[in-house]
């Protein structure tokens, strides 16, 4: 019963917070300037009224070219035109990226659903919630010191590869 008040809290909060950010920002006023025939004059300023900003903490796992999308809108002040200061932390890892969550350092964690997961399984009183994806594969990328223009799979054979950092297994495939 406590997860399905929790659900339809979050649900009611995504769909309130979803509307927020639909809102226009064309509520602009005309300033009542008399019209006159001086090439001088303005007649058509406008003030724009910004919503109220919101600071809102994300860590990433890692920088990943899956997630360009998201440094364009912040480079390009997307966040900042919809009242959100957002700022960008880098977890190094799913573990640290769920800690900052879990502790309150973060508001939002970009990471892979297994850290969600095991901290569900591990009976956590405040877990936290997938609400999101965002990419389709996985991240992974083969890469090499020398270009190799007639690669094939058997090129591999008796090589050594890094496969990402400890503790992950991204290499067995």
Request: hydrophobic share 40%; glycine share 8%; proline share 2%.
């Amino acid at each position: 019963m406590k997860k399905r008040l929790l659900a339809a809290a979050l649900v009611i909060a995504l769909a309130f917070t979803t509307l927020l950010a639909c809102s226009s920002k064309e509520n602009s006023t005309e300033t009542s300037t008399p019209k006159t025939d001086t090439k001088d004059t303005k007649n058509t300023e406008k003030e724009e009224t910004l919503p109220e900003s919101t600071k809102v903490i994300l860590n990433e796992v890692a920088h990943s070219i899956f997630y360009a999308p998201m440094y364009i809108a912040i480079e390009e002040g997307y966040f900042e035109n919809e009242g959100i200061e957002l700022e960008l932390i880098t977890g190094f890892g799913a573990d640290k990226t769920m800690t900052a969550v879990i502790s309150g350092s973060a508001d939002i964690g970009f990471m892979g659903s297994e850290a969600s997961i095991y901290t569900y399984n591990e009976g956590a009183n405040d877990y936290v919630v997938n609400f999101a994806q965002l990419t389709q594969r996985a991240g992974n990328f083969l890469v090499a010191r020398e270009e190799m223009p007639d690669f094939t799979w058997d090129a591999l054979k008796g090589m050594n590869i890094l496969g990402g950092r400890k503790g992950v297994r991204h290499y067995i495939m």
